[in-house]
Protein backbone atom coordinates (compact mmCIF):
# COMPACT_ATOMS: atom_id res chain seq x y z
CA UNK A 1 0.00 0.00 0.00
CA UNK A 2 2.94 2.33 1.18
CA UNK A 3 4.58 1.81 -2.48
CA UNK A 4 1.32 1.87 -4.62
CA UNK A 5 1.36 5.62 -2.64
CA UNK A 6 4.82 6.44 -3.16
CA UNK A 7 4.01 5.76 -6.68
CA UNK A 8 1.14 8.02 -6.97
CA UNK A 9 2.32 10.65 -5.43
CA UNK A 10 5.80 10.34 -8.04
CA UNK A 11 3.38 10.68 -10.83
CA UNK A 12 1.46 13.49 -9.26
CA UNK A 13 4.30 15.43 -8.54
CA UNK A 14 5.88 14.44 -12.38
CA UNK A 15 2.86 15.85 -13.83
CA UNK A 16 2.42 18.88 -11.86
CA UNK A 17 5.53 19.79 -13.07
CA UNK A 18 4.55 19.89 -16.74
CA UNK A 19 3.01 23.17 -17.60
CA UNK A 20 1.46 22.51 -20.53
CA UNK A 21 -0.40 19.68 -18.23
CA UNK A 22 -1.03 21.39 -15.57
CA UNK A 23 -2.87 24.78 -18.10
CA UNK A 24 -4.61 21.40 -19.68
CA UNK A 25 -6.07 20.62 -15.98
CA UNK A 26 -6.81 24.50 -15.64
CA UNK A 27 -9.06 24.59 -18.93
CA UNK A 28 -10.82 21.13 -17.82
CA UNK A 29 -11.72 22.46 -14.43
CA UNK A 30 -13.29 25.64 -15.34
CA UNK A 31 -15.23 23.96 -18.66
CA UNK A 32 -16.17 21.32 -16.10
CA UNK A 33 -17.52 24.14 -13.14
CA UNK A 34 -18.91 25.91 -16.64
CA UNK A 35 -20.97 23.08 -17.63
CA UNK A 36 -22.43 22.33 -14.14
CA UNK A 37 -23.68 25.63 -13.67
CA UNK A 38 -24.29 26.96 -16.89
CA UNK A 39 -27.63 28.60 -16.22
CA UNK A 40 -26.70 30.14 -13.66
CA UNK A 41 -23.64 32.04 -15.14
CA UNK A 42 -24.97 32.35 -18.55
CA UNK A 43 -26.52 35.84 -19.20
CA UNK A 44 -29.96 34.38 -20.64
CA UNK A 45 -31.62 31.86 -18.10
CA UNK A 46 -34.28 30.23 -20.83
CA UNK A 47 -33.99 26.92 -21.64
CA UNK A 48 -31.16 25.88 -24.27
CA UNK A 49 -30.13 30.13 -24.28
CA UNK A 50 -32.81 30.31 -26.98
CA UNK A 51 -34.46 33.58 -26.66
CA UNK A 52 -34.56 35.18 -30.05
CA UNK A 53 -34.87 38.42 -30.22
CA UNK A 54 -35.10 38.91 -34.43
CA UNK A 55 -34.38 43.00 -33.94
CA UNK A 56 -31.11 42.56 -33.06
CA UNK A 57 -29.96 39.62 -34.59
CA UNK A 58 -26.03 39.32 -35.91
CA UNK A 59 -24.69 41.97 -33.94
CA UNK A 60 -21.05 42.72 -33.03
CA UNK A 61 -19.65 41.69 -29.72
CA UNK A 62 -20.22 44.67 -27.06
CA UNK A 63 -23.87 45.13 -28.42
CA UNK A 64 -25.61 47.23 -26.27
CA UNK A 65 -29.54 47.42 -26.16
CA UNK A 66 -32.33 48.34 -23.70
CA UNK A 67 -35.44 46.12 -23.61
CA UNK A 68 -39.06 46.99 -22.50
CA UNK A 69 -40.30 43.97 -20.54
CA UNK A 70 -43.79 43.17 -20.62
CA UNK A 71 -44.86 40.00 -18.95
CA UNK A 72 -46.60 37.13 -20.99
CA UNK A 73 -50.27 36.57 -20.77
CA UNK A 74 -49.47 33.48 -19.34
CA UNK A 75 -47.03 33.21 -16.78
CA UNK A 76 -45.02 30.10 -16.68
CA UNK A 77 -45.15 27.97 -13.59
CA UNK A 78 -41.94 28.42 -11.23
CA UNK A 79 -39.29 25.86 -11.10
CA UNK A 80 -36.65 25.15 -7.84
CA UNK A 81 -33.40 25.66 -7.72
CA UNK A 82 -32.15 22.63 -8.60
CA UNK A 83 -34.44 22.59 -12.20
CA UNK A 84 -33.01 25.76 -12.54
CA UNK A 85 -29.51 24.35 -12.37
CA UNK A 86 -30.14 21.82 -14.90
CA UNK A 87 -32.95 22.79 -17.62
CA UNK A 88 -33.13 26.95 -16.99
CA UNK A 89 -36.40 28.39 -16.62
CA UNK A 90 -38.80 30.14 -19.06
CA UNK A 91 -38.94 33.69 -19.49
CA UNK A 92 -41.43 35.60 -17.98
CA UNK A 93 -41.21 38.81 -20.00
CA UNK A 94 -41.17 39.25 -24.04
CA UNK A 95 -38.20 41.15 -24.54
CA UNK A 96 -38.91 44.29 -27.06
CA UNK A 97 -36.06 46.09 -27.99
CA UNK A 98 -36.60 49.84 -27.85
CA UNK A 99 -33.91 53.34 -28.41
CA UNK A 100 -35.99 55.56 -26.20
CA UNK A 101 -38.13 55.43 -23.89
CA UNK A 102 -40.71 58.63 -21.26
CA UNK A 103 -43.31 57.61 -18.53
CA UNK A 104 -46.24 60.14 -19.01
CA UNK A 105 -48.80 59.39 -16.11
CA UNK A 106 -49.95 56.17 -16.60
CA UNK A 107 -48.65 55.51 -19.80
CA UNK A 108 -44.90 54.18 -21.27
CA UNK A 109 -44.38 55.89 -24.25
CA UNK A 110 -41.26 54.12 -26.67
CA UNK A 111 -39.54 54.04 -29.49
CA UNK A 112 -39.05 50.56 -30.31
CA UNK A 113 -36.04 49.41 -32.09
CA UNK A 114 -37.35 48.07 -35.51
CA UNK A 115 -33.50 47.73 -37.74
CA UNK A 116 -30.40 50.39 -37.76
CA UNK A 117 -31.91 53.94 -38.13
CA UNK A 118 -35.16 52.76 -38.02
CA UNK A 119 -37.66 52.66 -34.88
CA UNK A 120 -41.54 52.88 -34.13
CA UNK A 121 -43.78 54.62 -31.75
CA UNK A 122 -45.79 52.89 -29.23
CA UNK A 123 -47.63 53.45 -25.97
CA UNK A 124 -48.44 51.32 -23.14
CA UNK A 125 -50.92 51.45 -20.41
CA UNK A 126 -48.17 51.29 -17.31
CA UNK A 127 -49.02 52.87 -13.98
CA UNK A 128 -46.03 54.05 -11.69
CA UNK A 129 -44.84 50.85 -9.38
CA UNK A 130 -46.54 48.24 -12.15
CA UNK A 131 -44.04 45.37 -12.31
CA UNK A 132 -45.85 43.76 -15.31
CA UNK A 133 -43.61 46.34 -17.26
CA UNK A 134 -40.13 47.34 -17.18
CA UNK A 135 -36.80 48.62 -18.96
CA UNK A 136 -33.72 46.93 -18.76
CA UNK A 137 -30.44 47.48 -20.67
CA UNK A 138 -28.62 44.47 -21.90
CA UNK A 139 -24.63 44.01 -23.49
CA UNK A 140 -23.86 40.73 -25.41
CA UNK A 141 -20.31 40.93 -24.87
CA UNK A 142 -19.84 38.09 -27.47
CA UNK A 143 -22.70 39.09 -29.81
CA UNK A 144 -26.42 38.44 -31.30
CA UNK A 145 -26.93 35.25 -33.73
CA UNK A 146 -28.75 35.86 -36.70
CA UNK A 147 -31.80 34.95 -34.13
CA UNK A 148 -30.96 37.70 -31.66
CA UNK A 149 -29.62 34.88 -29.46
CA UNK A 150 -27.00 35.84 -27.24
CA UNK A 151 -24.01 33.93 -28.22
CA UNK A 152 -21.90 33.86 -24.81
CA UNK A 153 -25.23 32.37 -22.93
CA UNK A 154 -25.44 29.80 -26.06
CA UNK A 155 -21.45 29.35 -26.02
CA UNK A 156 -21.80 29.13 -22.14
CA UNK A 157 -24.52 25.93 -22.12
CA UNK A 158 -23.18 24.27 -24.80
CA UNK A 159 -19.86 23.43 -23.18
CA UNK A 160 -22.15 20.14 -21.78
CA UNK A 161 -22.63 19.02 -24.81
CA UNK A 162 -19.27 18.88 -25.41
CA UNK A 163 -17.89 17.40 -21.84
CA UNK A 164 -21.00 14.90 -22.13
CA UNK A 165 -20.20 13.21 -25.36
CA UNK A 166 -16.17 12.86 -24.56
CA UNK A 167 -17.40 11.94 -21.34
CA UNK A 168 -20.27 8.96 -22.85
CA UNK A 169 -17.72 8.05 -25.57
CA UNK A 170 -14.66 7.76 -22.96
CA UNK A 171 -17.11 5.23 -20.89
CA UNK A 172 -18.44 3.23 -23.94
CA UNK A 173 -14.95 3.35 -25.66
CA UNK A 174 -13.11 1.99 -22.51
CA UNK A 175 -16.00 -0.65 -21.70
CA UNK A 176 -15.90 -2.40 -24.63
CA UNK A 177 -11.88 -2.11 -25.25
CA UNK A 178 -10.97 -2.97 -21.91
CA UNK A 179 -13.32 -6.15 -22.21
CA UNK A 180 -12.33 -7.42 -25.93
CA UNK A 181 -8.43 -6.37 -25.30
CA UNK A 182 -8.40 -8.16 -22.00
CA UNK A 183 -9.43 -10.94 -23.31
CA UNK A 184 -7.52 -11.18 -26.69
CA UNK A 185 -4.26 -10.84 -25.01
CA UNK A 186 -4.69 -13.23 -22.02
CA UNK A 187 -6.48 -15.98 -23.68
CA UNK A 188 -4.86 -15.63 -27.13
CA UNK A 189 -5.61 -18.46 -29.64
CA UNK A 190 -9.09 -18.42 -31.64
CA UNK A 191 -10.15 -15.73 -29.22
CA UNK A 192 -7.25 -13.23 -29.97
CA UNK A 193 -7.54 -13.97 -33.61
CA UNK A 194 -11.59 -13.42 -33.61
CA UNK A 195 -10.99 -10.46 -31.88
CA UNK A 196 -8.01 -9.25 -33.66
CA UNK A 197 -10.05 -9.78 -37.54
CA UNK A 198 -13.09 -7.54 -35.88
CA UNK A 199 -10.34 -4.93 -34.42
CA UNK A 200 -9.05 -4.60 -38.74
CA UNK A 201 -12.57 -4.93 -39.79
CA UNK A 202 -13.45 -1.89 -37.55
CA UNK A 203 -9.82 -0.36 -38.12
CA UNK A 204 -10.54 -0.60 -42.13
CA UNK A 205 -13.77 1.71 -42.01
CA UNK A 206 -12.86 5.33 -41.95
CA UNK A 207 -14.00 7.27 -38.29
CA UNK A 208 -16.24 9.19 -39.55
CA UNK A 209 -17.94 7.17 -42.38
CA UNK A 210 -18.63 4.43 -39.45
CA UNK A 211 -20.47 7.39 -37.78
CA UNK A 212 -22.43 8.18 -40.05
CA UNK A 213 -24.03 4.89 -40.26
CA UNK A 214 -24.56 4.54 -36.69
CA UNK A 215 -26.14 8.09 -36.61
CA UNK A 216 -28.40 7.04 -39.81
CA UNK A 217 -28.86 3.86 -37.67
CA UNK A 218 -30.07 5.31 -34.30
CA UNK A 219 -31.16 8.32 -35.58
CA UNK A 220 -30.65 12.44 -35.00
CA UNK A 221 -30.76 13.44 -31.86
CA UNK A 222 -28.46 14.06 -28.01
CA UNK A 223 -27.89 10.78 -27.13
CA UNK A 224 -27.73 8.80 -30.43
CA UNK A 225 -24.50 10.88 -31.33
CA UNK A 226 -23.38 10.21 -28.22
CA UNK A 227 -23.75 5.97 -28.97
CA UNK A 228 -22.80 6.60 -31.93
CA UNK A 229 -19.42 7.97 -31.18
CA UNK A 230 -18.46 5.83 -28.40
CA UNK A 231 -19.18 2.72 -30.59
CA UNK A 232 -16.48 3.38 -32.89
CA UNK A 233 -13.55 4.48 -30.56
CA UNK A 234 -13.27 1.10 -28.76
CA UNK A 235 -10.43 -0.03 -31.25
CA UNK A 236 -7.43 2.20 -29.92
CA UNK A 237 -8.05 1.03 -26.44
CA UNK A 238 -8.66 -2.11 -27.36
CA UNK A 239 -5.50 -2.66 -29.39
CA UNK A 240 -2.88 -0.81 -26.22
CA UNK A 241 -5.33 -3.03 -23.88
CA UNK A 242 -3.97 -6.22 -25.51
CA UNK A 243 -0.66 -5.67 -26.03
CA UNK A 244 -0.29 -4.57 -22.39
CA UNK A 245 -2.11 -7.95 -21.24
CA UNK A 246 0.34 -9.84 -23.31
CA UNK A 247 3.11 -8.63 -21.54
CA UNK A 248 2.14 -8.43 -18.06
CA UNK A 249 0.83 -11.91 -17.98
CA UNK A 250 3.96 -13.07 -18.36
CA UNK A 251 5.18 -11.30 -14.92
CA UNK A 252 5.29 -13.40 -11.67
CA UNK A 253 2.87 -12.16 -9.81
CA UNK A 254 0.34 -12.98 -12.48
CA UNK A 255 1.82 -16.72 -12.52
CA UNK A 256 1.77 -16.57 -8.68
CA UNK A 257 -1.87 -16.14 -8.92
CA UNK A 258 -2.54 -18.56 -11.42
CA UNK A 259 -0.47 -21.33 -9.25
CA UNK A 260 -3.18 -19.88 -6.18
CA UNK A 261 -5.79 -21.56 -8.32
CA UNK A 262 -7.05 -17.76 -8.45
CA UNK A 263 -9.67 -17.83 -11.37
CA UNK A 264 -9.62 -15.45 -14.58
CA UNK A 265 -11.63 -13.56 -13.87
CA UNK A 266 -10.15 -12.44 -10.83
CA UNK A 267 -6.47 -12.51 -12.22
CA UNK A 268 -7.78 -10.13 -14.79
CA UNK A 269 -9.37 -7.85 -12.57
CA UNK A 270 -7.49 -7.44 -9.62
CA UNK A 271 -4.16 -8.27 -10.83
CA UNK A 272 -3.74 -7.43 -14.39
CA UNK A 273 -5.90 -3.99 -15.29
CA UNK A 274 -5.18 -2.62 -12.64
CA UNK A 275 -1.10 -2.41 -12.76
CA UNK A 276 -1.73 -1.44 -17.14
CA UNK A 277 -4.46 1.85 -16.39
CA UNK A 278 -1.44 4.06 -17.15
CA UNK A 279 -1.93 3.81 -20.90
CA UNK A 280 -5.29 3.22 -20.74
CA UNK A 281 -5.34 6.88 -19.16
CA UNK A 282 -3.39 8.18 -21.83
CA UNK A 283 -5.47 6.98 -24.96
CA UNK A 284 -8.60 7.37 -22.96
CA UNK A 285 -7.68 11.48 -22.42
CA UNK A 286 -6.96 10.94 -26.27
CA UNK A 287 -10.60 10.10 -27.29
CA UNK A 288 -11.93 12.52 -25.09
CA UNK A 289 -10.35 15.17 -27.36
CA UNK A 290 -11.45 13.16 -30.50
CA UNK A 291 -14.91 13.39 -29.47
CA UNK A 292 -15.47 16.84 -29.07
CA UNK A 293 -13.97 17.30 -32.74
CA UNK A 294 -16.15 14.27 -33.98
CA UNK A 295 -19.42 15.51 -32.41
CA UNK A 296 -18.76 19.15 -33.23
CA UNK A 297 -18.53 17.84 -36.91
CA UNK A 298 -21.28 15.98 -36.87
CA UNK A 299 -23.41 19.16 -35.44
CA UNK A 300 -21.79 21.10 -37.94
CA UNK A 301 -23.27 18.65 -41.02
CA UNK A 302 -26.19 18.85 -39.05
CA UNK A 303 -26.62 15.09 -38.16
CA UNK A 304 -25.53 15.78 -34.74
CA UNK A 305 -27.28 17.62 -31.57
CA UNK A 306 -30.44 19.07 -32.85
CA UNK A 307 -31.73 22.69 -32.77
CA UNK A 308 -32.12 24.51 -30.27
CA UNK A 309 -30.13 23.12 -27.91
CA UNK A 310 -26.62 24.68 -28.32
CA UNK A 311 -23.67 22.76 -29.52
CA UNK A 312 -20.43 24.09 -30.67
CA UNK A 313 -20.21 22.80 -34.10
CA UNK A 314 -24.28 23.80 -34.58
CA UNK A 315 -23.38 27.17 -33.67
CA UNK A 316 -20.28 27.42 -36.28
CA UNK A 317 -22.97 26.06 -38.57
CA UNK A 318 -25.92 28.48 -38.01
CA UNK A 319 -22.89 31.42 -37.92
CA UNK A 320 -20.27 30.60 -40.25
CA UNK A 321 -21.98 32.85 -43.24
CA UNK A 322 -20.92 35.54 -41.17
CA UNK A 323 -17.13 35.15 -41.37
CA UNK A 324 -16.63 36.49 -44.85
CA UNK A 325 -19.49 39.20 -44.12
CA UNK A 326 -19.32 42.14 -40.77
CA UNK A 327 -19.02 40.00 -38.09
CA UNK A 328 -16.84 36.72 -38.31
CA UNK A 329 -16.84 36.46 -34.41
CA UNK A 330 -20.22 34.62 -34.28
CA UNK A 331 -18.28 31.69 -35.96
CA UNK A 332 -15.06 31.88 -34.53
CA UNK A 333 -15.99 32.00 -30.91
CA UNK A 334 -17.59 28.42 -30.82
CA UNK A 335 -14.47 27.32 -32.88
CA UNK A 336 -11.77 28.78 -30.60
CA UNK A 337 -13.57 26.88 -27.68
CA UNK A 338 -13.48 23.90 -29.59
CA UNK A 339 -9.68 24.44 -30.24
CA UNK A 340 -9.19 25.14 -26.43
CA UNK A 341 -10.64 22.56 -24.90
CA UNK A 342 -9.06 19.99 -27.33
CA UNK A 343 -6.07 21.46 -26.72
CA UNK A 344 -6.40 21.02 -23.07
CA UNK A 345 -7.35 17.23 -23.13
CA UNK A 346 -4.40 16.84 -25.50
CA UNK A 347 -2.04 18.28 -23.12
CA UNK A 348 -3.31 16.57 -19.96
CA UNK A 349 -3.16 13.80 -22.01
CA UNK A 350 0.65 13.87 -22.82
CA UNK A 351 1.27 14.86 -19.75
CA UNK A 352 -0.03 11.43 -18.14
CA UNK A 353 2.23 10.14 -20.69
CA UNK A 354 5.49 11.25 -19.56
CA UNK A 355 4.52 11.34 -15.86
CA UNK A 356 3.49 7.29 -16.13
CA UNK A 357 6.50 6.34 -18.34
CA UNK A 358 3.78 4.90 -20.68
CA UNK A 359 5.22 3.86 -24.40
CA UNK A 360 2.36 4.25 -26.33
Known amino acids: MKENNSIQSDTWRRLKKNRGAVFGMIIIILAVIMAVFSYLLAPDHSPYANRMILEIGGQKPGYHQSFLLTRKQQTPPGVS ?9 D ?3 DWQPVTAWLQQGDSMIVQKFIDEGISERQAFYHPPGNPDM ?73 TLLLVFALTLLLGKGFWQVFIAIGLTMWVNVARIVRGQVLSVKELEYVEAATAL ?16 LGPVM ?7 ASAIVIEAGLSFLGIGVQPPQPSWGLMIKENYNFIITHNPMLA ?7 MLLVLAFNLLG ?6 LNVKV
Do not use: Q
Open 81 to 89: WMERLFSGV
Open 91 to 93: DRY
Open 134 to 206: MIRSKTFWLGTDRYGRDIMSRLIIGVRVSLAVGLITAILSLSIGIFLGALAGYYGGRTDRAIMWLLNVIWSIP
Open 261 to 276: GYNDSRIILRHILPNI
Open 282 to 288: VVAASNF
Open 332 to 338: LAPGIAI
Open 350 to 355: NGLRDA
